[in-house]
């Protein structure tokens, strides 16, 4: 019990940072745990590289635009508060999240926030659309030259037909909510241990 | 950045597809265990359903169950909405918009001091504990899996919550009922969770209780995953169905599904009949039927024999003729004929059964997922990929069946989007039959022609051994040649690949129908040609016998041995050829299917493979590696099901060779797929439910029934062999255990059902419920697709409204202030009022309503924030257009908004 306490207090900025993310402390102490066991320098802060090593993000055709998303307006390290913001994204949505208080913002779990964190990842260029060529890299990812590239483009302006609405050619961020609808992103998008 | 990823992913893509392509060593490795059935969550059939199901909730995220933080959540609204409720009439509202601001505002006010007083409720309750609870608290608190401080806070916010609503509820303007509902509800909270505020047993025995639940759901999920595991071969199957798509692992998923019909069979056969007869019968060499004849002796062990199932083989418990007519065996007085023809009629009531139920369950399955048809391809970009998995070799699964299911889902578009010259298809198609009609007649005649031949034969002595298996051969190749034959010049036809398999598997179904019945036809020819001989047997052996007791040159006062039992004369036993036939039969089947796999499909593969070092052009490009045959290797399987429902009867150990062989083809062909075939051109999606193969092999099963039922119906068996043998008719030794064992009122019940006066109309019975069920099926179907085509016409509806509403909220909106806090706000209000299901339409309508001014704003930052909407248009102006709701959520975001400085 001691020891919690002490690592707790090694944490700066917990309470702020609990607020904010809606994380217990004892979730917190296992991130931090975790963001020190990824920071193998001690530099205080995690960089690409770092994030590189995890082993399920270098297998995943989008790993590089989820590290890439924990690194926001082109910086080039993350600390703690940011690592955990992210991560907060994933945190299962309960019972109290749904106690709305108005004058706090969303919480970071919400449907809205971690749909928007997933159509961050296609938007490559965060206009704020996912365009066909986007679409197009991110398939390339994907299925790789298996498939002919004539296929590949059938299959993005598929989507793009699919999932447009407006006629722009392109998927705006309530085209993607749209057509997600029916997926269960709340439980999809939630890590178990992360309460 | 993103430049070099793909590049990197591509180099990446590329050798994967080398060694896909590769062929043999090293995919055939691959076929390691992973950790967890997490690649592919998509199976047809009735084994791999479940466990698919399950490895899809585990790929969802491991989110604590769902439903119960629903509920209470559902709960919570209904309360806030009570809340609400009370809320306006205490305080006055002039207009209507108005009011709905103020239930808004005042339901914030309302929950936030509620909650403060709460807190301090709790605080105050917390110091009153004493201490060594609050230091349990913290600890269990510190503990942290148990009971968090959080968790408890919010379960005393519910309790308080809900005494609240007791107390409250007489004064509640409800109908009774709700009132009672709402009552126990409450009621049953209160006592469920007051526990954990409670004195020192309480709490300590409800902490317990949620310990006790939460290890019960970790439970659970670990049986879950126990019980995927358990599944057999769903690990190979799915790293077939990644490469190869859902068609291929279709037939894999049948097999499987096979395999566990046939090992109960194999219980019942082996459970009921072979061993009983093994430890309670009488034991080899005892009498003539368990005997090695004199004249067979010699060459009884020689494998040549026994390869063609004679010699000690057919003398053994694996076959019919083995069996004694004894009504009773051993000290357990089993009625072995009985069981016998009691385990003959099982074994087709069990797979009538068993067939018929996997065809309901899979129809069942197939109307309840409607069309949900729409986004697919959004779905598939946006989440197939699983972010959980973390081996390499898994994402590499993950890859191959992400490709296979676009491509299927391209497959399936092209062919809806198709169009073309429909009279040169019609012709093309006419003709593609005519065709395949002839090589069906022609190899009907070769099969005809050749059992002819093959009855001259078995008169003449010293056939060759071409001579003696020259049907088998001929069929085999038949089998062979005739479905590459049907494929090509099925591919005239152009159909979809999945109506084009069907079509094959039909045509390929005649074909070996034919095959079958030919082979039937001689076979029977055979057995009544051993039927007319049978009665000049059997004088010989009443002769010999009465000879040899009774000839004069022995010592008439020792009495004298008995004949042995090699040396009586017997009759042919027809039924045990018939059973030889059979098994025979099965196994050439099997040699000759895995010797095609292996020359063809395996040695086709190495020889692409290593002889395209030293070739003159690309082997790999053109026809280089083979496709997996998915038609002929289903109708294989079919058919050989029917050999063995046919044959069982006779060859009670044909069952047990046909286990072994469905588990060594498991095996075999997962290994050949892997390491020699490549995907089809055209990957396609198999249907979901294979009702068709179902429904082939309920036709095949019901096409063995009628020899089977002919032979036991109308052939008397032999008369000194198996377990019928001295009986006029096998049936009839239902008639024997009645009269014998069971007590005269019953047996003349028997006699009184068995009248065809009482089975004609019972037969017409059932047809009449037949009929009237049908009926009712077609028009709850009817029923089902006008509801459907009324909530297409629905959404129809809907959409034009959407799009007229769009258009007036972007010209409203175009000069709104944009600021992502109210924004964010906004949408939270939207998000609250989702849950009733008519809400989500309007919550979609809403978004839709802000699109336009959304999409060129940078990021999704949306709405309007000033409280010039409610202003500059009147309330009720767009009620009518039937959504209410999202009529609330703009009121009340800008009510918030306009309310909003004075806090």
Redesign the interface.
Known sequence: ?GS?SSHAAVIPDVDSIRRETGF?Q?SLIRLHHRFRALDRNKKGYLSRIDLQQI??L?????G?RII?SFFPNGSQQVDFPGFVRVLAHFR?????D??????K??PLN???NKL?Y??QL?D?D????ISRHE?L???????????TEE?LE??AD??VQ??D??G?GA??????????????V???????ILK | MSHQVKGLKEEARGRVKGRARSGSPPTGNRLGRRPSSKQAPKAQGTWGRRGAQRSQKECAGDSPSPGAPQRKQTERRRLREELGKQEPSKAEGTSEGRRKRDKRSSFKEQTAPSKKEKEILRKEKLKRQKKPRSSSLASSSSGGESLSEEELARILEQVEEKKKLIATMRSKPWPMAKKLTELREAQEFVEKYEGALGKGKGKRLYACKMLMAKKWVKFKRDFDNFKTQCIPWEMKIKDIESHFGSSVASYFIFLRWMYGVNLVLFGLIFGLVIIPEVLMGMPYGSIPRKTVPRAEEEKAMDFSVLWDFEGYIKYSALFYGYYNNQRTIGWLRYRLPMAYFMVGVSVFGYSLMIVIRSMASNTQGSTGEGESDNFTFSFKMFTSWDYLIGNSETADNKYASITTSFKESIVDEQESNKEENIHLTRFLRVLANFLITCCLCGSGYLIYFVVKRSQQFSKMQNVSWYERNEVEIVMSLLGMFCPPLFETIAALENYHPRTGLKWQLGRIFALFLGNLYTFLLALMDDVHLKLAHEETIKNITHWTLFNYYNSSGWNESVPRPPLHPADVPRGSCWETAVGIEFMRLTVSDMLVTYITILLGDFLRACFVRFMNYCWCWDLEAGFSYAEFDISGNVLGLIFNQGMIWMGSFYAPGLVGINVLRLLTSMYFQCWAVMSSNVPHERVFKASRSNNFYMGLLLLVLFLSLLPVAYTIMSLPPSFDCGPFSGKNRMYDVLQETIENDFPTFLGKIFAFLANPGLIIPAILLMFLAIYYLNSVSKSLSQANAQLRKKIQALHEVEKSHKSVKGKATARDSGDTLKSSSQNATQLQLTKEETSPPSASQSQAMDKKAQGPGTSNSARGTMLPASGHLPISRPPGVRTDSGHPPSQTHLWSASGKSAQRPPH
Do not use: C, W
């Not at chain 1, 749904?98 to 004058?103: G, H, N, Q, R």
């Not at chain 1, 965060?126 to 659309?129: C, P, Q």
């Open positions: 019990m919690r217990s004892a082993g399920a270098a297998v995943n055709p989008l590089d890439e299962p949505v309960e019972d109290e749904t106690d709305l208080d108005p004058k913002p969303e919400s449907r809205r928007h997933a159509f296609y490559l965060r206009d704020g659309k679409m890299q991110v398939l390339r990812l994907m299925v790789g030259v298996q498939v296929q059938n299959i598929r989507t699919e999932a609405e407006d722009d998927v705006s961020f309530l085209e993607f909510t749209k057509s997600l609808e029916k997926m269960d709340e439980q999809k998008m939630s890590i178990r």
